[in-house]
């Protein structure tokens, strides 16, 4: 017999003031034991104590731990995306080159916004049903940089613009991805300016036409 899959979506919308307090904490509390204890010793009545709510009030609003850890995982998107939608506003007007630098960095700090807690939600969390929304991340950041090449065709030696964007946030994706799970190190704040400036090289490299990089 197939064990029956959590259910992922909320079970109902908090729409008052105190509702919401109520879910911010939950997803909060949530945050901190899956950094603490790891996705599998968390549970809905350890995380009903860390947020000060009642058993009852969690199975309100979220039916499963599963459902509170795609919060968690919306909210962790929602913060990343709002430094790189930032800095695509900053960057869609600026050349190439310094674009192009402004959402790499973007896209590295955005990494670092509780790197631990992205680390827990990499290696941890099932990749089944909602919960494999975990690299949402990707998806979206593909959509800003793939906006920010059109807005520079005329500077790009390539054509296809759906490729080079796939290529460009999954090579930075990868980098960052790679140090926050292995090496941290590199995004530590003496050495993150240098990360950010070598992996600007390589996406501008293969973007631009050999003559502008010779220049």
Request: hydrophobic fraction near 45%.
């Amino acid at each position: 017999m197939l064990a029956r899959k959590p259910q992922t979506t909320p079970r109902k919308i908090a729409s008052q003031a105190r509702a919401h307090a109520t879910v911010d904490a939950l997803v909060e509390a949530t945050a901190r034991i899956l950094v603490r204890d790891g996705f599998d010793r968390a549970s809905t009545n350890r995380i009903a104590e860390a947020a000060g709510v009642s058993i009852g009030s969690l199975y309100q609003y979220f039916p499963s731990k599963e459902s509170l850890v795609v919060a968690v995982i919306e909210r962790h998107n929602r913060d990343l995306m709002t430094i790189v939608n930032a800095a695509f506003v900053d960057a869609k007007d600026k050349p190439l080159k310094e674009g192009l630098a402004l959402l790499v960095a973007a896209a590295i700090d955005g990494h670092r916004v509780d790197p631990a807690l992205h680390r827990v939600l990499a290696e941890q969390t099932p990749r089944s049903g909602a919960l494999a929304n975990v690299e949402l991340f990707q998806r979206d950041a593909y959509g800003i940089f793939r906006s920010y090449l059109e807005e520079h065709r005329d500077e790009l030696h390539i054509e296809d613009l759906d490729l080079a964007a796939f290529v460009c946030v999954t090579s930075i994706e990868a980098l960052t991805h790679t140090a926050v799970i292995h090496r941290p190190d590199i995004l530590a704040e003496e050495r993150v300016d240098q990360l950010s400036e070598e992996t600007s090289r390589l996406i501008f490299g293969y973007l631009c036409r050999l003559d502008r990089l010779i220049r």
